[in-house]
C-alpha cells in the first residue's frame, strides 16, 4: 500500500483498501445472462452442465451465470446459437436499475458496443420500443451482431451525437446514459486503464453532462434516467449529478440505486472540500472487491415536471 | 413472390404520417411473405402475428415488433432484424431469422450431430443420413440445427435418391462468424 499506487488518490473514499488492491490483481471473472428471447435460466443451466461448463449463478441477477474456466465463451455453442450474452456482471447494474415495465419506449443514449441495449431489450419485452444510438457508427457493428444472434426484434439503431439529438425524436419513458468516461474501474481486464487525470477531466466532463443534460430533457415526466459510468473518479460521476441539480434541481430528484442482495458503497455528498448535492448519497458506487467485479458508479434520477 | 406495399392504418399502427417516407422505411403485407416460408418451414400458426414487415432496400424485408414507435429524426440506420433476402431467385430466410424462429420449424430442419454441426459452422458441406434427409421436403433452403438449437441456413441440393448430390447441403454460414471459430470449436476442445 503505498502513494505510488495507481488509484491513491481515491485511498481515503474506497473501504479496505488492501483488498481492493489485491482484487486489482485477480483477474476478471467471465458473466454471462441467459437470453429469455431462446432459452430459460434452467434450460440454460442443463445445456451448460451437458457442455461440460462449471458456473456459479450470479445472486443478485436472476439468469446472470459466472462461468469458470472457459476460455473462449464467445465461441461456444450457446453463443453462437444466441442463449446467452456476455456481460461485465458490474455492467449488468444500470438496467436493473431502469425500473423496466412492458410498453415503455427506452432510449439507451451511449450504446455501443450495446451489451445493456441487448440487456434492455430482453428484459423489457417485444412489445416496448428501445434506440439504441451512439456516435460511433463503427463501435456499434457489434450491436447489429448482437440483435441478430440473441433474436432482438424491438430495437431500433441510429448514429448521432447525443447532446444534441433533435426534439423530433420523441419522449422517452426510460433512458440510459453510460457516458464515455476514463474507464478506471475496467482495469482488470484492460491493464492499461489508470488513473484519470485533469485532462481527461476537461476533455470527458462537458460531454458527460451535456449527455445526462439531453436525457434529462428527453425524458417524459414521470420517466427515469440512469447515469452510470465506470469509473471512480467523482469529477465525472457525483459532480456531473451535482451540477445538473443545481441548475434545474426542482425537475429532478434522485431514486436510491440500491438492489436487493446487491451491497456496496453509497454515492459521495464531499469530495477534496467540494460539497455534492445530499441526495448523492443514493447514488451506487461499486469497486472490485465488494462483489469481484469491476468499477462501476450508477445514479438514478426521476423527472418530476418539464 | 409478390411484395406488397400496405399503410400504418392497414396494420392498425399509429406512427406520424411523415414518419416511413422520413425514414425511408416501406410497409409491406405480412401474407406472401409469411405464405412462402410457412409452406416450406411448416411453422405455427400466429407465430408471426406481432410483427410488421418493412421494406428497407431492394434486398432485404426486416421484421420489427409492434408497435413501432420509432424517431421522427434523425435517420435510423435500421430497425428490427433481417428477415428475408428477396434479391434472389428463391426469397430464403436469413441467418438471423432462422436463428430465431428455427426452433418453431416442423420441415426442412435439419438436426445435425456434432461432427456434422462443426462442418457446417467452419462451412463445409455435410451429407445428410436419410433420417435426416426424410424430414426434407425438397430441394431449397433448410434451417440448421444442434441439440434442438437453430444455428443458420444451409441448402440442401437434392433429396432424390436418384441425383448424385442427394442429402449433400451447403453450408451458409456467415463467413464473418466463421472466421471467429478458427482455432476453436464451440465444444471447447481443440479444433
Known amino acids: 500500500m503505498n502513494d505510488a499506487h495507481p488509484f491513491a488518490r481515491y485511498r481515503?473514499?474506497?473501504?479496505?483498501?488492501?483488498?481492493?488492491?489485491?482484487?486489482?490483481?485477480?483477474?476478471?471473472?467471465?458473466?454471462v445472462w441467459a437470453n429469455p428471447l431462446k432459452i430459460t435460466p434452467p434450460e440454460l443451466e442443463a445445456h451448460l452442465r451437458e457442455q461440460g461448463i462449471t458456473f456459479e449463478p450470479v445472486g443478485w441477477r436472476p439468469g446472470a451465470y459466472r462461468l469458470q474456466g472457459v476460455a473462449r465463451p464467445g465461441s461456444r455453442l450457446a453463443y453462437l446459437a444466441g442463449l446467452y450474452e456476455i456481460q461485465e456482471e458490474v455492467s449488468l447494474l444500470p438496467v436493473e436499475l431502469l425500473d423496466l415495465s412492458a410498453g415503455q419506449r427506452i432510449l439507451d443514449l451511449c450504446a455501443a458496443p450495446g451489451s445493456k441495449t441487448a440487456q434492455i431489450a430482453t428484459t423489457v419485452g417485444p412489445r416496448a420500443t428501445i434506440v439504441a444510438n451512439d456516435r460511433n457508427f463503427r463501435r456499434m457493428r457489434p450491436l447489429g451482431r448482437s440483435l441478430d444472434r440473441l433474436g432482438i426484434t424491438n430495437t431500433t439503431m441510429m448514429t448521432a451525437d447525443g447532446t444534441n439529438l433533435p426534439g423530433d425524436i420523441g419522449k422517452f419513458d426510460r433512458i440510459l446514459v453510460d457516458v464515455p468516461c476514463s474507464c478506471e474501474g475496467t482495469s482488470r481486464k484492460n491493464p492499461d486503464a489508470t488513473a484519470a487525470t485533469e485532462d481527461d477531466f476537461a476533455r470527458l466532463c462537458s460531454v458527460q453532462r451535456a449527455l445526462l443534460k439531453r436525457a434529462l430533457e428527453l425524458c417524459r415526466v414521470g420517466g427515469r434516467v440512469v447515469y452510470s459510468t465506470c469509473t471512480y473518479a467523482p469529477e465525472e460521476n457525483e459532480a456531473i449529478v451535482d451540477s445538473i441539480l443545481q441548475e434545474f434541481g426542482s425537475r429532478y430528484h434522485l431514486v436510491p440505486a440500491r438492489l436487493p442482495g446487491f451491497a456496496a458503497s453509497s454515492g459521495l455528498v464531499t469530495w477534496r472540500g467540494e460539497h455534492f448535492d445530499p441526495q448523492l448519497k443514493d447514488a451506487l458506487r461499486v469497486y472490485p472487491?465488494?462483489?469481484?467485479?469491476g468499477g462501476f458508479f450508477v445514479a438514478a434520477l426521476q423527472k418530476s415536471s418539464d | 413472390?409478390?411484395?406488397?406495399?400496405?399503410?400504418?392504418?392497414?396494420?392498425d399502427l399509429s406512427l406520424h404520417s411523415d414518419l416511413l417516407e422520413t425514414q425511408n422505411l416501406t410497409l409491406v403485407a405480412s401474407d406472401p411473405l409469411l405464405a412462402h416460408v410457412n409452406a416450406r418451414f411448416g411453422f405455427p400458426a400466429g407465430l408471426f402475428d406481432e410483427l410488421v414487415f418493412l421494406q428497407c432496400s431492394h434486398k432485404i424485408i426486416r421484421a420489427a415488433?409492434?408497435?413501432?414507435?420509432?424517431?421522427?429524426?434523425?435517420?435510423?440506420?435500421?430497425?428490427?432484424?433481417?428477415?428475408?433476402?428477396?434479391?434472389?431467385?428463391?426469397?430464403?430466410?436469413?441467418?438471423?431469422?432462422?436463428?430465431?424462429?428455427?426452433r418453431h420449424a416442423t420441415s426442412n430442419a435439419v438436426d445435425t450431430n456434432q461432427e456434422q454441426c462443426l462442418d457446417y459452422l467452419r462451412?463445409?458441406?455435410?451429407?445428410?443420413?436419410?433420417?435426416?434427409l426424410r424430414r426434407c421436403t425438397g430441394r431449397g433452403f433448410v434451417i440448421v440445427r444442434h441439440l434442438g438449437y437453430p444455428l443458420g441456413?444451409?441448402?440442401?441440393?437434392?433429396?432424390?435418391?436418384?441425383?448424385?448430390?442427394?442429402g449433400h447441403l451447403r453450408s451458409m454460414y456467415p463467413s464473418a462468424f466463421a472466421a471467429d471459430l478458427e482455432q476453436t470449436t464451440p465444444f471447447g476442445n481443440p479444433s
Open chain 1, 289 to 293: 472487491h465488494q462483489h469481484d467485479t
Open chain 2, 123 to 132: 462451412r463445409l458441406p455435410i451429407d445428410l443420413t436419410p433420417d435426416q
Open chain 2, 1 to 11: 413472390m409478390d411484395i406488397i406495399p400496405v399503410t400504418a392504418d392497414d396494420l
Open chain 2, 153 to 166: 441456413v444451409g441448402f440442401l441440393e437434392s433429396t432424390r435418391h436418384s441425383d448424385q448430390n442427394c
Open chain 2, 65 to 102: 415488433s409492434r408497435p413501432l414507435q420509432l424517431p421522427l429524426a434523425p435517420q435510423i440506420d435500421r430497425t428490427g432484424i433481417d428477415f428475408l433476402r428477396i434479391d434472389m431467385a428463391n426469397p430464403r430466410m436469413t441467418t438471423s431469422a432462422m436463428m430465431t424462429w428455427g
Open chain 1, 12 to 31: 481515503s473514499i474506497i473501504p479496505r483498501w488492501d483488498d481492493f488492491q489485491r482484487a486489482l490483481d485477480r483477474p476478471l471473472p467471465t458473466c
